[in-house]
């Protein structure tokens, strides 16, 4: 499957690739607003939920250039990141489904682990996005 | 009472010493890459990959049960306190542990811990024994108590764990 490889802060991550609908820079994007820290943006009108993943993992967010718009199981949601670095095509047979014993709560915004070549790299869950 | 223990693996866990019985130990690894997984436990400290399996880690300074009174784990811009991870099979399920100065002791003689409030540093009720290395008084750690204090659950088998990925792990 492919994924779209990316980074947040220190931490790197990946999404499904056909579960990315585009990738927006707000700079460009004159309709496009958020304040600061808020847990979601609009666009052309439309209202999107933000899953910040710099507040997740606890780190400054320092302005993301990116914003992904990723499908969810019940729309879009906009995912900011620092920035995106490839696509790669990983078979499925190489991501480990992350055991759900280790979470603490009922939200799991990460379902499996791969190898990257450089040390493991988290998969996000598009369908826990939203 | 003294009884006789089989061999165990002992490691260093901030300023206390613990062991395991070496037949639940896997393997050690030095160093693995550990990645973070954001919205787990905060005895968590990340992930491995072990044979295709991702393996949960536990940092057990942030396991505040363990310890008579909080110790505030380090945080992620604190220098690293490990320097091994103890893989452990518990039931059908691996484990890591986070530790310090790995090593092995032999067939050894341990001891109740007496009453102890807090032999070798820890809580009692997750040690099952004391046991002397040179100058070091070191609590063997009760498996099952530990690990289902954890959240490791036993019953899980590991064959689900270890399959072939997921069809379509991101759920597409």
């Known amino acids: ?76 949601a906009m995912v900011p990141v620092d920035g995106a670095e490839a696509i790669r095509e990983i078979p499925g047979t190489a991501i480990a489904p992350l055991p759900s014993f280790i979470f603490a709560g009922e939200r799991r915004l990460f379902r499996g682990v791969f190898s990257d070549g450089q040390g ?4 996000l869950d598009a369908d826990a996005l939203r | 009472m003294t009884v006789v223990v089989a061999p165990f693996l002992s490691f260093r866990i901030g300023g206390s010493r613990a062991a395991l019985p070496l037949g639940l130990v896997r393997e050690v690894l030095e160093r693995p890459a550990i990645v973070p ?28 049960p363990l310890w008579p009174s909080p110790r505030g784990g380090p945080t992620d811009e604190e220098p690293e306190v ?5 893989v452990c099979g518990f039931g059908e399920v691996l484990a890591g542990l986070l530790g310090e100065q790995a090593d092995l002791i032999g067939g050894a003689s341990a001891s109740g811990t007496g009453g102890s409030p807090g032999p070798a540093g820890m809580r009692e009720e997750f040690v099952s024994g004391l046991v002397r290395s040179g100058a070091d008084e070191v609590a063997l750690l009760d498996p099952a108590r530990l690990f289902a204090s954890l959240g490791v659950p ?19």
């Open chain 2, 82 to 86: 490990w320097s091994h991870l103890i």
């Open chain 1, 1 to 76: 499957m492919k994924l779209l490889l990316v980074s947040v802060g220190r931490r790197r991550y990946a999404v499904a690739a056909d579960a990315v609908a585009r990738i927006m820079d707000p700079k460009l994007e004159p309709d496009f607003r958020r304040e600061a820290g808020s847990e979601e943006a609009t666009h052309h009108g439309v209202r999107y939920p933000v899953i910040d993943l710099h507040g997740v993992v606890d780190q400054g967010p320092g302005g993301p250039p990116l914003y992904l718009v990723v499908e969810t199981g019940s729309g879009q």
């Open chain 2, 154 to 172: 036993a019953e899980v088998a590991r064959s689900v764990m270890e399959g072939e990925g997921e069809e379509d792990p991101a759920g597409r």
């Open chain 1, 120 to 123: 493991p790299r988290l998969l």
């Open chain 2, 37 to 64: 997984v954001p919205g787990s436990h905060p005895h968590v400290a990340g992930v491995t990959l072990r044979g295709g399996v991702a393996v949960p880690v536990y940092d057990l300074l942030r396991f505040d």
